[in-house]
């Protein structure tokens, strides 16, 4: 069972570690303290669905609705574009700074749509878990056991990194930080989203 429990984890694990949109909106929701749990969990579960597809050898639909990749892809761009926006209209005008416990840090509704969206409406999601991972884990023994490791790698990542957030709490006390912060991420967005319509 190892041996296809370990490479699952990591190559999961390796693939999530790229900076994202997702992976920047649960960093600041976990700076925020808002909505953190929920926030990673929908985000874990998102994956461990995409992954179950993968592993269950749903991969071939891509090839059989070629739409649907197009339609993800200039849905996700246009996703991308606006909420990058509103990170650097954020960043241009500052005034944000770290709230405690969640004050202020808007509804549960909005951040799960907004991390449901950055998930869902992303092309490279199903490019990493449902191709990549699904076609990956048929070359080994034991397909179940690598794709509980690629769930169990998601998991561990995206509550690490909502609260492990906590730990820059003194750092983005400072609304400069949060200003950087923005910026980066809204750079981040319209780079995901040029990528995507350049594709």
Same mark, same amino acid.
């Given at each position: ?7 699952? +984890? ?7 570690? *790229? ?12 700076? !925020? !303290? ?5 926030? =990673?969990?929908? =985000? $874990?579960?998102? /994956? $461990?669905?995409?992954?179950? #597809? ?8 891509? %090839? ?11 849905? #996700?761009? $246009? +996703? ?8 650097? !209209? ?5 005034? *944000?700074?770290?709230?405690? /416990?969640?004050? #202020?840090? #808007?509804?549960? !509704? ?12 992303? &092309?490279?999601?199903?490019? @990493? ?11 080994? &023994? @034991?397909?179940?056991? +690598?794709?509980?490791? *690629?769930?169990?790698?998601?998991? =561990? ?12 709490? &003194?750092?983005?006390?400072? &609304? ?5 912060? @923005? ?11 040029? %990528?995507?319509?350049?594709?």
């Amino acid at each position: 069972m190892l041996t296809s429990f370990l490479p699952g +984890f990591a190559l999961s694990l390796t693939l999530i570690l *790229a900076i994202g949109a997702q992976n920047a909106f649960v960093l600041r929701q976990g700076l !925020r !303290r808002a909505h953190v749990f929920w926030v =990673c969990l929908t =985000c $874990a579960l998102s /994956d $461990a669905a995409l992954i179950a #597809g993968g592993v269950a050898g749903f991969g071939a639909l891509a %090839k059989a609705w070629p739409w649907f990749e197009t339609i993800m892809r200039y849905g #996700g761009a $246009a +996703f991308l574009i606006w909420y990058g926006y509103l990170n650097a !209209r954020a960043a241009w005008f500052g005034g *944000a700074v770290l709230e405690a /416990d969640g004050q #202020g840090a #808007g509804s549960l !509704r909005k951040s799960l749509l907004t991390v449901l969206a950055l998930t869902w409406l992303n &092309p490279h999601v199903y490019l @990493d878990t449902v191709v990549l991972i699904g076609s990956i884990s048929a070359q080994y &023994p @034991d397909r179940l056991a +690598f794709g509980i490791g *690629a769930t169990l790698a998601s998991f =561990c990542f995206f509550f690490s990194l909502g609260y492990g957030a906590r730990l820059l709490g &003194p750092l983005f006390a400072i &609304p400069l930080s949060w200003r950087i912060l @923005d910026g980066l991420i809204a750079a981040t967005m319209w780079g995901i989203a040029a %990528k995507l319509l350049l594709m």
